[in-house]
């Protein structure tokens, strides 16, 4: 059964940083482009950033970039989203995706996913 758990998340105050895990079960990240997603009360779910399976390429929404930084694990079977410098903005439910794609490709689009993660919440508030 593929299975892809998201933690790290909680309570974090402006500016300050957490890091979210994408541990997947039942097969081999390393052959998956992985997206991060959001989710805010009352909004549509957006694509935060995606790094493809050869981990050569990461693309970030404009509203992260230069905040969050993507990376992975093969050997651990996991994949991070580190986010700095947060925001109130950033509260959301994090989900991490799962797709097969061209080994250097990736998307911030949810239609190429196949498997998604239970999410995480994240709450930026002092």
């Known amino acids: 059964q593929l299975q892809l758990v998201e933690s790290g998340g909680g309570l974090v105050q402006p500016g300050g940083s957490v890091r979210l895990s994408c541990a997947a079960s039942?097969?081999?990240?390393?052959?998956?482009?992985i997206g991060w997603f959001r989710q805010a009360p009352g909004k549509e779910r957006e694509g935060v950033s995606c790094?493809?399976?050869?981990?050569?390429?990461?693309n970030y929404a404009d509203s992260v970039k230069g905040r969050f930084t993507m990376s992975r694990d093969n050997a651990k079977n996991t994949v991070y989203l580190q986010m700095n410098s947060l925001k109130a903005e950033d509260t959301a439910v994090y989900y991490c995706?799962?797709?097969?794609?061209?080994?250097?490709?990736?998307?911030?689009?949810?239609?190429?996913?196949?498997?998604w993660g239970q999410g995480t919440q994240v709450t930026v508030s002092s």
């Open positions: 995706a799962a797709g097969r794609m061209i080994r250097t490709m990736c998307a911030k689009q949810s239609a190429p996913y196949s498997t």
């Open positions: 790094i493809s399976s050869s981990g050569g390429m990461t």
């Open positions: 039942g097969f081999n990240l390393e052959r998956y482009a």
